[in-house]
């Protein structure tokens, strides 16, 4: 099982739908979660970090279950400029106080008119 | 706070050629880190500097070298390029904040060998 591993899409959804990605992890040992958003041929920009109890900003929310060592994603009402990748990360045990993160490859998202 | 920059953005390279890469951040941030983006495959992580004085391997570290000048930068150099290195490269710096080890990343260099 791979470290971090994301649905690589594309999802292809119409404006105003609920879109869901998730993101599963293999260290049980993992603390930090995060979601980022990487627009074409730009730098990964950090969305939202995912708290165990669950979080939201806006239309967006972030769950984690630990039980089965995955985190999610879910975009309410979606908007043409959701459009980009969606990328999640998780600490490993490597590096620094933290740990390093590992990034998943990305999920493609593609909202259409 | 212009956050994480990166030099040059655009560089095109002969095989056997070297380069530096600069990356600097104006966060006070402790940890810096490189990596590569290659279509499939992700982010890897190349070398990362927990703290200023120290450096250490990440995932795909040959043919690459780092130097943490200070605690605002972080160099990566190729010293004789290959074209498996042609990819896009980022730098980032992280905080611990509550959430854990957030990263903010600059906005890349691509780079070509040929």
């Known amino acids: 099982r791979k470290e971090v591993e994301q649905d690589p899409g594309p999802f292809n959804v119409p404006e105003g739908a609920t879109v869901a990605f998730n993101c599963t992890y293999s260290n049980s040992a993992s603390q930090s979660f995060f979601w980022y958003r990487q627009d074409c041929r730009k730098e990964p920009k950090l969305l939202m970090s995912?708290?165990?109890s669950g979080n939201e900003d806006g239309r967006f929310t972030a769950q984690l279950n630990r039980a089965s060592q995955y985190i999610s994603l879910l975009i309410r009402d979606s908007k043409l400029s959701d459009s980009a990748t969606y990328l999640c990360?998780?600490?490993?045990?490597?590096?620094?106080?933290?740990?390093?993160?590992?990034f998943g490859k990305g999920t493609k998202l593609s909202v259409k008119p | 706070n212009a956050g994480v920059t990166q030099t040059p953005k655009f560089q095109v390279l002969k095989t056997g050629q070297s380069m530096t890469l600069q990356c600097a951040q104006d966060m006070n941030h402790n940890s810096m880190y490189w990596y590569r983006q290659d279509p499939g495959m992700g982010l890897r992580l190349i070398y990362y500097s927990a703290s200023e004085g120290t450096t250490d391997k990440g995932e795909v570290p040959n043919g690459y070298n780092v130097s943490r000048l200070n605690k605002r930068e972080f160099s990566l150099r190729l010293e004789s390029a290959a074209p498996s290195q042609t990819s896009v490269y980022f730098c980032?710096?992280?905080?611990?904040?509550?959430?854990?080890?957030?990263?903010?990343f600059g906005p890349g260099t691509r780079l070509t060998v040929t």
């Open positions: 995912v708290y165990s």
């Open positions: 980032a710096s992280s905080s611990i904040r509550l959430a854990g080890n957030e990263q903010y």
């Open positions: 990360a998780v600490n490993s045990n490597y590096g620094g106080s933290q740990g390093n993160l590992i």
